[in-house]
């Protein structure tokens, strides 16, 4: 089984930064893809960014530019640097990780609100 820990969520203003950070603690299956998503109440869960194991990434429309994701697969942990942040960037953002059986895994989400 997967257990993902994430840190790094807080309150920032508008035009501020925080880096989150995303581990895979118990380290038991093979990992191909780790990423974040992001959801508000009365909305989907949306996605923000991926990585494959090989380092490859994708970013949603919204984040692209701002958002940089990142993987150290010696420590089994993915990151996103958010800079430039916006109001529209609040919610609580999610790790996931994909196992090499296709099988998605979840943290339990960290709050992430930009207010001035």
């Known amino acids: 089984q997967v257990q993902l820990v994430e840190s790094g969520g807080g309150l920032v203003q508008p035009g501020g930064s925080l880096r989150l950070s995303c581990a895979d603690s118990?380290?038991?299956?093979?990992?191909?893809?780790m990423g974040w998503y992001r959801q508000t109440p009365g909305k989907q869960r949306e996605p923000v960014a991926t990585?494959?194991?090989?380092?490859?990434?994708n970013y949603s429309d919204s984040v692209k530019g701002r958002f940089t994701i990142s993987r150290d697969n010696a420590k089994n942990t993915v990151y996103l640097q958010m800079n430039n942040l916006k109001p529209e960037d609040t919610a609580v953002y999610y790790c996931?990780?994909?196992?090499?059986?296709?099988?998605?895994?979840w943290g339990q989400g960290t709050q992430v609100t930009v207010s001035s």
């Open positions: 996931y990780a994909k196992s090499s059986s296709y099988i998605n895994y």
């Open positions: 118990r380290s038991i299956v093979t990992i191909r893809t």
């Open positions: 990585t494959t194991s090989g380092g490859t990434p």
